[in-house]
């Protein structure tokens, strides 16, 4: 007993998918009755014939491979998606640091011409996703603090961040730019 398929399956575009013979036309299954929730479960498979199981289950084995596919490929895209917003921040912390320092000596006044371009950039920057990390009496991590400078400093316990010398930046779980900072620690 042959069944012959009226849709093609995906990936078959251009093959003949249907089966001739003198019964073909009344025991033809669609794909859709194949994928239905009560065609493909292992009840349906073990009444089936020998021919038919082995096309049910090849059936199913090219199911779980595309979907394994799709979501191979979606995770890939967004791997790429995200090194690319990466590149892109990157190339602009040296103007964020420049921003900080001249925030720091006061050229940004409110209303100032820069003032303006810094929240702009600022805010393009936040809606990319970058987040700024490292301040003073933080927990010093060394995961994701550089030290370049350690301070033995009386009554501190454990090591903490004393000055924050360059801000730390991070784009989701990727790590731009460690924060490099000088650590207060405990005096011997």
């Keep these: 007993m042959t069944k012959d398929f009226e849709n093609e399956v995906p990936g078959d575009e251009g093959s003949d998918a249907t089966a001739s013979g003198p019964d073909s036309q009344e025991d033809s299954l669609t794909v859709d009755d194949i994928l239905g929730a009560e065609q493909t479960d292992d009840a349906a498979i073990a009444e089936a014939s020998d021919e038919d199981k082995d096309l049910l289950l090849d059936l199913k084995r090219v199911q779980a491979e595309y979907a394994n596919y799709r979501r191979r490929t979606e995770e890939q895209r967004q791997v790429e998606i995200d090194r690319a917003k990466g590149s892109v921040a990157k190339g602009l912390l040296p103007v964020l640091d420049d921003l900080d320092r001249a925030e720091k000596h ?28 490292g301040a003073a009496g933080e ?3 060394p995961q994701q603090h550089e030290a370049i400078f ?7 316990e454990t090591p903490t961040i004393l000055e924050v010398v360059e801000v730390g930046y991070r784009l989701g779980s990727l790590e731009l730019r460690p924060a490099k900072v000088v650590v207060a620690v405990p005096a011997e």
């Design 106 to 133: 006061g050229d940004l006044a409110e209303g100032s011409a820069l003032s303006v371009i810094a929240d702009k950039l600022r805010g393009v920057v936040s809606r990319l996703g970058v987040e700024t990390y």
């Design 139 to 141: 927990a010093f991590d």
């Design 150 to 156: 350690q301070a033995p400093t009386p009554g501190v």
